[in-house]
């Protein structure tokens, strides 16, 4: 007798849009005032990107350099919180959002309270920092996540940031990020327990989106700023995008 095919169960709570990097077309990425301008424009969940900085502070910063979203030379797994904290992580956007922090994990919590945002909390490990990245991430969402929201989705592309952070809380909601989806993806939902994956959707066919949702999971595709991909991807079966800005879905 062959083996039954195990099916997933995702929660169905997350909404089909949700605001990449805040809404980061129209606010600089990766700070409140992103999340702020969802909130603004109806967006109901943000994704963001968390990564050490040099005294082992988790904070909501894309890139491993300062260069582009603060004007600074340096790393950010090599800059104190202290110093980090001086540097202005909006100006590069525009001069209207000059003086913009960039946040820690707690101060990004608070705002999500605030707004009453729910999340996603992408996993950026800095090179080499994986494992701790992921323990740090999930103690702290464990420890702080404002009870009142929906709990969030964790994703990351290191299978070992995501395995560290499983080991340290697997009650977290856990999704493997792809560039594409290879033929291993099974095997690293299955590592966290996941009920989802989030994947490039320049990289997603129809026949691999079939072949996911046949199994009951959930799949998540970044980042669609075009409506009518919007759409393309959500009639292939895909549950939500990632969207700089609030792009129509209907
Ligand atoms: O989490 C989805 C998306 O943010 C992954 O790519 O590079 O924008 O963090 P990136
Ligand atoms: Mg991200």
Redesign the pocket.
Known sequence: MSEPVSRYHPRTDVPRLIA??GASARAPENTIAAFEEAARLGVRWV?F?VMLCGDGTPVVI?DETLRRTTGTEGRVAETGLDALKRLDAGRWFSAAFAGEAVPTLVEALAALDRLDLGA?V?I?PAEGHEVETGEAVARLLRDHWPARLAPPVV?SFSPDALRAAHAVHPGHDYAP?FDAIGVDWRAHMDAVGAQAL?CDAVRLTADRAAAVVATGAAIRC??VNDPADARRLLAMGVESV?SDDAIPLD
Do not use: Q, V
Request: charged fraction near 35%; avoid cysteine.
């Open positions: 990449h990097r994704e990107d894309h996603n992408e950026k994703s990020l989030h970044y980042t990632f």
